[in-house]
């Protein structure tokens, strides 16, 4: 069964004034749209067009070649943003809690270090990408991908990640990727993270 773009579980403008409703409705509706498109088109007739996208990305080494880099390029992409929206709530935003908040000080060493790491990590991705905090096996990590790279390909569980491309930001804050990242903590949905926390193995 072909991909299709998930619904936003909240208004497009909703998370406003942090992530404007204009960017919202291009960024869903076109963005994510175009590699739906793509990657069904790449997948199509191939053993790999009815599985879960996580799989697929997980077992890029493989896709046919002629088909990988599209695969990469936009499964990426769907996948990517299918998380990202999740992420995002209106009324969210604040810090996490529970395990989630014990393993992020154990790591990082307080929340606000791992804010800077994170941001860190967003802001000195040169170009087109992604910061995420992932589940590598044996704890948390931060790590940046470029494009549309996934941590799944790598064998990493991604449980929260910032989209740094400029479409994401580039019609409210222009090249201020800092302002952006900064505004965005106000619209994470820490208890989906936890979710995916506590599914990783915590």
Do not use: C
């Not at 590598?136 to 470029?146: F, R």
């Amino acid at each position: 069964m072909a991909y299709s773009v998930p619904p936003l579980t909240y208004d497009y403008s909703a998370l406003e004034p942090h992530i404007d409703e204009a960017t919202m409705r291009v960024h869903h509706d076109k963005h994510h749209q175009a590699y739906v498109d793509k990657v069904n088109a790449a997948l199509e007739g191939t053993d790999w067009a009815d599985k879960p996208i996580e799989e697929v990305l997980a077992n890029l080494g493989q896709i046919p070649d002629d088909k990988r880099t599209a695969v990469r390029n936009n499964g990426g992409g769907h996948g990517n943003h299918t998380l990202f929206w999740e992420w995002m709530a209106p009324g969210a935003g604040g810090e996490p809690d529970g395990d989630l908040r014990a393993a992020i000080d154990s790591t990082f060493g307080s929340f606000d270090d791992f804010k800077d790491k994170f941001k860190t990590a967003g802001v000195n991705q040169f170009g087109s990408g992604w910061s995420w905090l992932v589940h590598d096996g044996s704890g948390l990590a931060v790590v940046s991908t470029a494009n549309q790279d996934n941590p799944v390909s790598d064998g990493k569980a991604p449980l929260l990640g910032v989209d740094v491309w400029e479409h994401a930001y580039y019609l409210k804050y222009q090249n201020k990727r800092p302002d952006y990242i900064d505004a965005w903590w106000n619209v994470v949905n820490w208890a989906k993270v936890a979710e995916g926390f506590a599914a990783a193995g915590g």
